[in-house]
Nanobody, 122 residues
């Protein structure tokens, strides 16, 4: 059973940092991504990284503050979040798809983690 497991969420003050991790128990090569869902809002794309790590993409709202990376030896992807703002408060979901372009599109992704809560206080 292929499974994505996230960790690293928590409560942080505005301006602080958190690092999210996601481990993929599957064996196939996949592009990975992060989405988030704030209360009362739809789930939105945050960042994506190709299997090789050579390509990345970010939502405009997080550019310059968040960094996505991966360690294929550990089957893991990370989201380093700096300069956090209250607007970043959401449940963050790890996503996986064979194609880099597709892992950025919410309705195409079929493999999701369970989500981890990030709360940024003002």
């Amino acid at each position: 059973q292929v499974q994505l497991v996230e960790s690293g969420g928590g409560l942080v003050q505005a301006g602080g940092s958190l690092r999210l991790s996601c481990t993929d128990s599957g064996r196939t090569s996949k592009a990975m991504g992060w989405f988030r869902q704030a209360p009362g809002k739809e789930r939105e794309f945050v960042a994506a990284i190709s299997w090789s790590g050579s390509s990345t993409k970010y939502a405009d709202s997080v550019k310059g503050r968040f960094t996505i990376s991966r360690d294929n030896a550990k089957n893991s992807v990370y989201l380093q979040m700096n300069s956090l703002e209250p607007e970043d408060t959401a449940v963050y979901y790890c996503a996986a798809h064979p194609a880099f372009s597709s892992v950025q599109i919410e309705h195409i992704v079929q493999l999701w983690g369970q989500g981890t809560q990030v709360t940024v206080s003002s």
